[in-house]
């Protein structure tokens, strides 16, 4: 496995949408399958099926013109249950992060995407929320990636004032009073997110830091006229992952447990990291 620091991979991760049209090359290939055998199930649980395929041998993945020159796709399954987006998000994300940490290039794809052959080898209770390509980032132009890029202002991030809290969401905290969860929440807000909208918020208490979920208005309207993936609750599982391997980077070992407590100014508590001695 690599050393290379995983914060400095998060720092650096963008979208990839136009690759070299090579394979990548076999370790890679290799150890990236392994990784995805062993993603078998989230931090809350719910089982999981990853595996990294070959456009040519398994069929096409489609994604609308919005990847070009990508051979290989990182495709997952997901058992429904109530934290499997967020189990997904951050077991998915880890791959990825591996990826990028080899000097490849990958992109969430979570509404531009068909699920091609892979819709027949669902089991029972399964669904397939997002796919990813892996590959060669490739040099130049990509008109679909700058577009996207620039409807998305996929460059930004929200202010810390509008994610980092105390008390349970309800006090906004300053940067400087972050402490040792500075790097770890930092690293999460870089973090990907559907659309870029960042629904992710932070609540740092005495020993744990709690994620919550900000829901996007137009995502909660989505989710009860169509019939999409969660994509939000995918989000948070992203951040809680960029989080995690910012926190083990910076020695501060913990474990995710899920909070049920009710909303609480507009944000839905959904995990809290707790320190382990
Ligand atoms: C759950 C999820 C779904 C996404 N779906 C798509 C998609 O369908 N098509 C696309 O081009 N980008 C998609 N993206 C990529 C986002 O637009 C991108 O992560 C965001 O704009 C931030 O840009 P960055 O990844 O370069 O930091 C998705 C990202 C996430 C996390």
């Known amino acids: 496995m690599q050393r290379t620091s995983m914060i400095t991979v998060m720092n650096h991760r963008h979208s990839c949408r136009h690759f070299q049209p090579k394979p990548i090359p076999l370790d890679q290939i290799h150890e990236l399958q392994a990784m995805a055998h062993h993603a078998q199930k989230g931090p809350f649980g719910t089982p ?15 994604t609308y013109g919005t990847i070009r020159g990508a051979q290989h796709y990182l495709v997952g399954t997901v058992q429904n249950g109530p934290r499997a987006m967020e189990d997904f998000g951050h077991q998915f994300h880890r791959i990825l992060l591996h990826a990028e940490a080899l000097g490849l290039g990958t992109c969430w794809l979570g509404g531009t995407f068909s699920q091609g052959i892979f819709s027949q080898e669902l089991r029972e209770g399964e669904f397939i929320p997002a796919v990813s390509p892996i590959g060669i980032p490739a040099e130049g132009f990509h008109l679909v990636d700058q577009a996207t890029r620039f409807v998305a202002q ?8 509008k994610l980092f809290f105390s008390h349970h969401f309800s006090k906004p905290i300053s940067s400087q009073d972050l402490e040792q969860w500075h790097a770890p929440l930092f690293a999460a807000r870089l973090a990907p997110s559907a659309s870029n909208r960042q629904p992710w918020r932070f609540s740092v208490e005495r020993h744990s830091v709690q994620i919550g979920l900000h829901r996007h208005p137009m995502y909660g309207a989505m989710l009860k006229t169509a019939k999409l993936a969660d994509l939000q609750r995918m989000d948070i599982g992203i951040a809680m992952c960029q989080f995690e391997f910012a926190a083990r980077e910076q020695r501060i070992p913990g474990n995710w447990s899920p909070l049920s407590s009710p909303i609480n100014q507009g944000i839905l508590p959904i995990a809290e990291w707790k320190v382990v001695a």
């Open 154 to 161: 996929s460059h930004k991030r929200l202010p810390e004032e």
């Open 48 to 62: 999981l099926r990853m595996a990294l395929h070959h456009q040519s041998e398994n069929g096409k993945v489609g």
